[in-house]
């Protein structure tokens, strides 16, 4: 797995959220703030754990799971609400995809993997991280971005 599939998920959802506004979410669903600090988030536990493979550790740990609204409106928060998120997210993005570039052999290494998303994607085992970069691209990311486009007024 190279960067270049893992872009190609981020280039659709900045199409989404770059200098566009949204309405508020229907009931008991994620604001745009909200699933963009998800986003930012993820991020940086994708980047720790390639960055643990890239340093030769035989083992590395992702767990999505324990990242809650309280948290995200904090982050959304610290950043300003969502143009900094927004930037933030092009920061974060750049960065794994420059580091997932580098992984070469070390992306058939096992991470042991929890993440949650809904019904949809539910994983609980540990996961060659190429898979898990694959999920990332091919279902998150798109999961994400269709969720953004609902919230356009």
């Not at 960067?3 to 309405?23: H, N, P």
């Not at 974060?92 to 580098?102: G, I, K, Y």
């Not at 019904?119 to 990311?141: K, N």
Request: hydrophobic fraction near 40%; proline fraction near 7%; glycine fraction near 8%.
């Amino acid at each position: 797995m190279d960067g270049v599939g893992l872009r190609e998920a981020y280039r659709g959802v900045f199409a989404e959220i770059d200098g566009v506004e949204f309405g508020p979410p229907p009931e008991g669903q994620l604001s745009a703030e909200q699933i963009v600090a998800h986003l930012v988030a993820n991020d940086e536990l994708m980047i720790q754990a390639t960055e643990a493979l890239l340093a030769g550790s035989p083992f590395a740990y992702y767990d999505l799971d324990d990242i809650h609204r309280p948290q995200l409106d904090a982050l959304a928060a610290e950043q300003g609400g969502l143009r900094g998120l927004t930037a933030l997210l092009h920061e974060t993005s750049e960065r794994l995809c420059a580091l997932v570039d580098r992984l070469g052999l070390a992306a058939d290494t096992p991470v042991e993997t929890h993440l949650r998303e809904g019904f949809d994607l539910i994983v609980d085992e540990p996961l060659p991280w190429s898979r898990t970069l694959d999920l990332q691209a091919r279902v998150h990311l798109p999961k994400h971005q269709a969720q953004l486009n609902l919230l356009r007024p």
